[in-house]
């Protein structure tokens, strides 16, 4: 094969498509998603069944505070925003700019995660209310949980490819791996605004 | 990045190379003999079954026993041995037809293999360790949820490690052919079995997700006290049923339409013609993997969904009738006027058509909601999905198994073995399961251990066991016959059967990277356009150069090991919390061996073009 994808000449304008390996990885990345969807769609239609189930305990009403929940939504969506900084200076072979956007971007999302884990924490000291009080607890917890853990899996995801290359910058061969990753992200805050949606808001209403 | 084709030789070798490949031909092997293994544990299972209900109020085993076994046939006969065995076809198969070197992802092709078997094992560990699910297949709340024991978690635990796999290999197939297709190669130039395949591969991707839900609200409710289906929590069970059938019902149609495929390839090529409305297959293929998701409440017409409910979903699937008839008539006339050539492969296919046919009646029948209250839980429906099921898949995997033999292992299985075996299992199987649409008319419940004498099921019963024994015969014939050709078959040319396809355009044996040079493809069933113009080999789309390879691994190993791990750990953390360590180990060996594919660089290696006319790759 004629190019070198570790040290490439030039560097093309969408380095994460410029090899069949990394058209792979977009297309396959993009079905990922797809099968993804079907997942969270599957959690809301639980949810969705369960959320007045709330044996007793305390209802949607009584548990969510918007004002919480509005700052961590402003979060998730500036960190998606950053990281579409750092792909716009990633075809432009800009690595030192791609890398500190994306340190920002999981700033971001440590500070979302943060709070997520206090409004758990809250949630079951001041209101008793757990994965096993009621259907409703299980479906919550269940549902945010999963995004949750999708969020810490982008995060350990993204500072490990931050890591792994920060000596070396980028190549054809770690774009793709820096675009997938950016289009995870994408998926969890797209999530979010369901979860922000159909949870927080239909659930104070 | 070196080529390296040291060859070394001796068992550990042997094994270390299965371990690690991620060669989608040896994948292929590696899934017909796991997914074989697995057909003969649920063919004993079903053996089982069928001894018990010889004669009214038999003891051959207990009640409890008798639930085990009838939980683990179904899902060992479709998780661990009809999944696995299309598979296996579909990788021997996929690549060659549509002129790829491999796979998209030859490393996430080699994972979903490990993490199938690593679940089947785990969920057959169950037999050994107190016992195997109980629940039925369907593992239907709130059974589910309190059966007492550990069965039902092995059932979670091993289906959910065993369906990241499936859904793995759903997507590589579908990058696979959408990213990897030779030069020419169209969408509407693809060998029915490829767009098969491509179809399946979208429904593993869209159906499994729903599955794996369903699993993890079970497991929560189970091992760690959630409510989902927990009446007394506020919980509601009926959620169980819609995210299973969900899931599957497309999954019926993800086993029975690559055996579509299979018989459009098998048929054309001994009936020398081309498959008649080859377009009107491919759209009744997309049709009916689309209407495939929109009748899955057809399961829970009992439930009480309401005459609103059940009448739109009876309609759709009714309407699944009309491109599954366009496929009868098709394969049909595709055999209309035929230079036609009787051998295994053939008589499979052909048998299908009106064994396929009387599954599909008698599943309009039962699509009808309101006589479907009769049906219900009956013997009706066993005799149903197991015309279509076996009548179809089965048959199908056995007669894409005597196609392409030749491909995957280089000689042709003996043909009168071959046909002691079709007759055996063909009379075997009718002599079961037909004479079962009757006991259930009649109404004899499905899932019973036991039935009274002189209720009329005497004989029906006993027709159907004396059946079932005809079946195991055919398939120890069948195993019979793979050793003796292993042994003493003769070596084949590449094309024994003048084939129409690009799979057979290749020499024999199948080299390693498959084209030397990538070929051009000049229209539909590229090879026969080829062969009508005299030439005998595929035009090359590309001058002779160095092939590019994916490098062998043994991390997908590894990570499968570490949830099979994991998953003991899950089981029996609800007995002794010191078995969270082997979650953490468990879990700590599969995140370990991820960070490590993500940060080892792995850009394959090349084989010279002066190295591949000294045999390199072969």
Not at chain 1, 91 to 109: C, E, H, P, S, Y
């Amino acid at each position: 094969m004629s190019h070198d994808t570790l040290n490439p000449e030039v560097m093309p304008s969408e380095p994460e498509k410029a090899t069949l390996e990394g058209k792979n990885k977009f297309l396959g990345f993009w079905f990922f998603l797809g099968g993804e969807t079907v997942l969270f769609a599957s959690l809301f239609g639980t949810y969705l069944a369960l959320r007045n189930s709330n044996n007793g305990g305390p209802t949607s009403e009584e548990l969510f505070g918007l004002e919480l929940v509005f700052v961590m939504t402003m979060l998730l969506l500036t960190s998606s925003l950053t990281s579409v900084y750092a792909m716009y200076h990633m075809k432009n072979n800009d690595f030192r700019k791609m890398q500190i956007w994306l340190g920002i971007t999981v700033a971001l999302g440590l500070g979302f995660l943060g709070f997520e884990i206090y409004e758990f924490y809250h949630y079951i000291h001041h209101y008793e209310f757990t994965f096993r009080s009621s259907a409703f607890g299980s479906a919550f917890y269940t549902l945010v949980g999963f995004h949750g853990g999708h969020v810490l899996f982008g995060l350990l995801w993204i500072i490990t490819i931050m890591a792994r290359n920060a000596k070396r910058g980028l190549n054809l061969y770690n774009a793709p791996k820096f675009y997938i990753a950016s289009l995870y992200w994408h998926f969890i805050d797209v999530v979010w605004v369901f979860i922000f949606t159909v949870v927080y808001l239909m659930g104070v209403i | 990045m070196s080529t390296t084709t040291a060859q070394r030789t001796g068992f550990g070798a042997v094994l270390w190379d299965y371990l690690t490949t991620v060669d989608h031909k040896k994948i292929g092997i590696l899934y017909l003999i796991s997914g074989g293994f697995f057909f003969l544990i649920g063919g004993l299972e079903a053996m089982a079954i069928r001894i018990q209900l010889i004669k009214p109020e038999n003891d051959f085993v207990s009640a409890g026993f008798y639930n085990e076994i009838l939980t683990m046939h179904g899902t060992t006969m479709i998780f661990l041995a009809a999944m696995p065995l299309i598979f296996a076809l579909m990788n021997a198969v996929v690549p060659l037809q549509i002129g790829a070197r491999d796979v998209a992802f030859p490393f996430l092709n080699s994972l979903g293999f490990w993490l199938f078997l690593f679940g089947g094992l785990l969920l057959n560990a169950s037999w050994f360790l107190g016992g195997a699910p109980d629940a039925g297949w369907t593992a239907y709340a709130p059974l589910s949820t309190t059966s007492p024991g550990h069965g039902v978690d092995f059932y979670i635990l091993g289906l959910q490690i065993s369906g990241a796999g499936t859904l793995i290999a759903g997507i590589n197939f579908l990058v696979t052919i959408v990213n990897m297709r030779a030069p020419g190669m169209t969408y509407m130039r693809l060998p029915l079995f490829t767009w098969t395949t491509f179809v399946v591969s979208a429904l593993i991707l869209f159906a499994f997700p729903a599955l794996t839900v369903g699993l993890f609200l079970l497991m929560f409710d189970r091992l760690f006290g959630s409510g989902f289906f927990n009446a007394n929590m506020g919980g509601n069970s009926v959620i169980w049923e819609h995210l299973f059938w969900i899931f599957g019902h497309p999954e019926v149609y993800i086993l029975i339409l690559p055996a579509f495929g299979v018989f459009s390839e098998v048929l054309p090529t001994f009936a020398k013609k081309r498959l008649f409305g080859y377009t009107a297959m491919v759209f009744a293929t997309v049709l009916i993997g689309f209407l495939g998701f929109m009748v899955w409440a057809h399961h829970m017409f009992t439930v009480g969904l309401g005459p609103a409910a059940n009448s739109i979903f009876a309609v759709a699937t009714m309407a699944i009738a009309v491109p599954t008839g366009i496929k009868i008539f098709n394969w049909l006339f595709t055999l209309w006027g035929g230079n036609i050539q009787i051998n295994s492969a053939m008589l499979w296919s052909l048998s299908f058509i009106p064994t396929f046919t009387l599954g599909g009646m008698t599943g309009v029948m039962l699509a009808a909601a309101a006589a479907d209250y009769q049906y219900h839980d009956t013997y009706f429906v066993v005799a149903h999905f197991h015309y279509v099921i076996v009548g179809g898949v089965v048959f199908g995997i056995f007669a894409g198994l005597h196609y392409w033999w030749p491909r995957m292992f280089g000689k042709i299985l003996n043909e009168t073995l071959g046909k002691i075996t079709f007759w055996t299992f063909f009379i075997g199987f009718h002599l079961t399961f037909f004479i079962q649409h009757f006991l259930g008319l009649m109404g004899m419940p499905r899932r019973y251990w036991v039935f009274l004498a002189d209720q009329g099921l005497d004989t029906g019963n006993f027709i159907s066991t004396i059946g079932a024994f005809l079946m195991a015969v055919g398939t120890i014939v069948f195993l019979i016959n793979v050793i003796v050709t292993t042994s003493k078959g003769e070596k084949v040319s590449g094309d024994p059967w003048d084939g129409r396809t690009l799979e057979w355009a290749i020499p024999n044996p199948t080299p390693h990277y498959n084209f030397k040079q990538t070929p051009l493809v000049r229209g539909l069933d590229a090879l026969w356009v080829e062969k009508t113009e005299g030439r005998k080999e595929m035009t090359p789309a590309e001058p002779l150069d160095d092939i590019h390879m994916p490098n062998a691994s043994i991390l997908p190993f590894i990570m499968s090991l570490g949830l099979f791990i994991a998953g003991f750990g899950f089981i029996y953390q609800i007995d002794n919390i010191s078995w969270l360590l082997a979650v953490f180990i468990g879990m700590g060996i599969t995140l370990g061996a991820m960070f490590v594919r993500s940060v080892k660089d792995d850009l394959g290696h090349h084989i010279h073009k002066e190295d591949l006319d000294k045999g390199a790759g072969l």
